[in-house]
Each structure stands twice: as C-alpha cells, then as structure tokens.
C-alpha cells in the first residue's frame, strides 16, 4: 500500500509544479489555493509512505515521479520541447524510479 501511496503523492507533486505556473507568482486566488492544498496531500502521502519505506528511496521516487510526470504536463499543457535528448534523460530518471522499486 505505501507504493500506492508513494506514487499519489507524486502525482500530487506534479500538481502543485503545474500549479505554480499558473498561480502568476501567487497573485491568482483560485490556483494558488490549489497549488498549495497539492502540495500539503504531496506531502502529507509522503509522510505516510515514509511510515514502512526507507527514506531515500522514499524521497527519490517521490521527487521522480513529479520530474518525470512535470516533464510530460510541460509537453502536453505547455508545448514544452520533446527532443530526443530530453526524452532520453526522461528515460533515465524512470529507469532509475524502477531500479529503486526493485531494490526494496
């Protein structure tokens, strides 16, 4: 279960980078109130993922989840770049979020 729980908080994390963007430097009410209760749960499921995982491996899929998820909102919301380089070091990060998983 603290998998599950690990990978929603990432997905929370992915929230509240994307939030950022568009709270225009917290001068938006309504994003700004999202982006911050995102980034409480992403930190409140850690927390409780913490309970049975070690904290590296916690840490480090929590953090890849979101660099990796916030990647692929900045292709899709942003039209951010897809070259070859940057997929590829995507790429990397999960096969590191897998030797990670597997290691435990």
């Given amino acids: 279960m603290s998998w599950i729980i690990l990978f929603f908080a990432g997905l929370f994390e992915v929230g509240w980078a ?3 963007k568009y709270t225009d430097g917290f001068t ?3 994003p700004t109130l999202l982006t911050v209760a995102a980034m409480i ?3 409140g499921l850690l927390g409780l993922a913490m ?3 070690p904290l590296g491996t916690a840490y480090a899929i ?3 989840v979101g660099a990796v998820g916030t990647v692929i909102a900045g292709i899709i919301l942003f039209g951010e770049s897809m070259a070859l380089i940057r997929l590829a070091s995507v790429a990397l990060i ?3 979020l897998l030797g990670l998983k597997l290691s435990h």
């Fill in 18 to 20: 994307v939030g950022l």
């Fill in 28 to 30: 938006r009410p309504l």
């Fill in 41 to 43: 749960i992403s930190l």
């Fill in 51 to 53: 309970k049975e995982l």
């Fill in 62 to 64: 929590w953090t890849g």
């Fill in 94 to 96: 999960v096969c590191g």
